[in-house]
């Protein structure tokens, strides 16, 4: 999952939230060094990446993009999944994606020299750009697998994976539709992880039923 799943699915804690956003930059045992509610929030990411890498759904979705990502092909799905939660977001907050990102942006600030030096070196960049809302755009997805590309090993394939998305719209949003409630009953079955949420459109709410009764 990208930046925006993981921290709604981190629920209404400060320091589960810091820790998912920060999970991809903290390797082995070194979550140990961080207070614990952070190091859980470390965890919980780690099993959310469990869980969407090992789902059949979210395989399907990498098929499409193997032939021109490779073994890079599930960070370029994690962005898709991302832009069917922000441009479907009022079916999963009560509250605006607008506020929830500035919220989030507040808890960055608050927590800046608990982040890895990696990550203190793109939040101001994600802040001023308004990243986690510009997923709720195809130019928005574009504008962010562009600078992926240039600062990462991602392959400089934008354009066509704007293409693919455009051209299997329907299909990955399906996709979402079917993998995303199974991740959230997947946390909210921890118990101790409460995501508010407005009752879940039919779509959505048949799925949940569904992973409850393979459980």
């Known amino acids: 999952m990208n930046y925006l799943s993981h921290i709604y699915l981190s629920g209404d804690s400060e320091d589960i939230i810091l820790g998912n956003f920060i999970g991809d930059y903290v390797k082995g045992q070194q979550f ?13 990411h780690r099993q959310i990446d469990s869980f969407t ?13 193997r032939p021109i990502f490779g ?6 799905i994690d962005i898709f ?5 922000a441009s479907n977001w ?15 942006h507040a808890i960055l600030l608050a927590n800046f020299f608990q982040l890895p030096t990696q990550v203190r070196n793109f939040v101001p960049f994600l802040i001023q750009h308004k990243r986690l809302q510009s997923y709720a755009t195809l130019e928005g997805v574009e504008k962010t697998l562009r ?10 394939e934008t354009e066509a994976a704007i293409q693919i998305l455009e051209n299997e719209y329907l299909f990955f949003r399906d996709a979402f539709n079917r993998f ?3 991740i959230v009953s997947f946390i909210e079955a921890k118990g101790d992880f409460i995501i508010r949420r407005p009752v879940l459109p039919n779509i959505f709410r048949s799925a949940c039923i569904q992973t409850q009764k393979n459980k």
Do not use: Q
Not at 81 to 85: S, V
């Open 53 to 65: 890498d090992s789902h059949p759904v979210v395989n399907e979705c990498i098929v499409k993009l």
């Open 90 to 104: 009022s079916d999963f907050s009560f509250e605006r994606l607008s506020s929830f990102t500035k919220r989030f």
């Open 81 to 85: 999944l991302d832009h069917f939660l």
């Open 147 to 156: 600078i992926m590309a240039k600062h990462t090993s991602l392959p400089a």
């Open 32 to 44: 140990l060094n961080y207070p614990s509610e952070v190091a859980r929030g470390i965890y919980l």
């Open 180 to 182: 995303f409630p199974e």
């Open 71 to 76: 073994k890079y092909s599930g960070i370029v």
